[in-house]
């Protein structure tokens, strides 16, 4: 293969160097387009943009794999710790036990968050959705710890920040949970993992005892593993471009999870919950509601269904399906909205519109499921999404930052009127 791509504009001819990836993926550098031609690519989108290259998250959306860091999903859900996970998505490399006895030790020893933070939940109107406390909560970290605030932070200060945020996600997320519900806070327990810990904050009724379920801490480490990281997306790219202006992690986390909050991103592991019981409240027939999806004149589409980047099924929601089952099974639990959420795939599957446009289950169709299961409400499942993306977007974020990448900040094509004379008010 040649190593340039030719470009013939206005008569100008110009080579662009080609970039590998080391899955022989390849991009077309077009830094310098600009300056030798005057013109810039349009991409409304991103469809065919890659914004940077990354060393953390291999993709490839026709084969259905995704690697972290080299390792496949399949391997790190079915084996790691989601701790160990996080430690390989932000270092690079898989923990040794040394390692990973001192980075579980710094977790637990900094998951408390200052007791003022429990004041913020005193501004918010009950009911609000925690997705939008999430956010302030997470950006508020910044007040605590305003050291954070210098862009120039030493590794070791960095190192502190990172470890400080995944530590206090689950505390902050489980704070959420017990306040929607009007109880009083449960505080983390040192001596627990970090799963444990946080369905301890989560589940435990302070005026009971409370006993840790193995089938929910398996449950949760996978599901949180499936969610920590998938490259460019809407979110991870919110992360990078509100860190390369050089704010601080926190807010560019908060920004993060705004991103994700939208339900064509994150937000959909709700919205396909509301939708699975709107259909079985509705009669449960699922040709009815592909018909709809289909419709183009219908707002309504398949919630939990597409992606941008796979076009054939996303190995996270064949794996998410599978433990659907088994533990759905484990905890005794029959729930109604298993069977639509099958009926409607298997329906949707064969219908030509979803052949046709490679529309397959993504890691949200199934996922709300196993979270209702377990006892969550339906407003904290993007809240749990954001949980598990945390290591990613740090990850994201320290690339950029560790690749001293410029701020970001995308050209466009303007289509606004021409320079035209100022009209006073009387004659317009
Ligand atoms: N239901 C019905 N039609 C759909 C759906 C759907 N869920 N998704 C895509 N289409 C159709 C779309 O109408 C379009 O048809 P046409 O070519 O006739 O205009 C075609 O498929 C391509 O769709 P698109 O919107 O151009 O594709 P996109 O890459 O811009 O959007 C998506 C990807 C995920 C936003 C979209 O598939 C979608 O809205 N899905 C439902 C929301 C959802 O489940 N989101 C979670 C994504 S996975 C979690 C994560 O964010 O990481």
Redesign the pocket.
Known sequence: MSNTAHLSLNGKELELPLIEGSEQEVGIDISKLRAATGAVTVDV?F?NTGSTTSNITYLDGEAGVLRHRGYSIEDLAENASFLEVAYLLINGELPNAQEYADWDHQIRHHTLVNEDMENIFKAWPTGSHPMGQLTAMISSLSSFYPESLNPNQSEEDQHRTIRRLIAKMPTIVAMLHKKAAGHPVIYPQNKLDYVSNFLNMTFKNITEDYEIDPVYVEAMNKLLILHAD?EQ??SASTVRIVGSSHANLYACISAGIAA?WG????G?NQ??IEMLEAIKNDGGDAQKYIEK??D?NDPF????????VYKNY?PRATIIKKSCDEILDKLGISDPVLEIAKQLEETALADP??AE?K?FP????YSGIIYRAMGFPVEMFTVLFALGRLPGWISQWKEMRDQKQPIGRPRQIYTGPAARDWVPMEAR
């Open positions: 989108g469809k998938h997306n809407c994700l339900p064509l991103h994150g959909a919205k396909v999806a289909k183009k589409r398949l919630m939990g269904f597409g992606h941008r996303d519109y979803f446009r529309l993504n890691v949200d169709f």
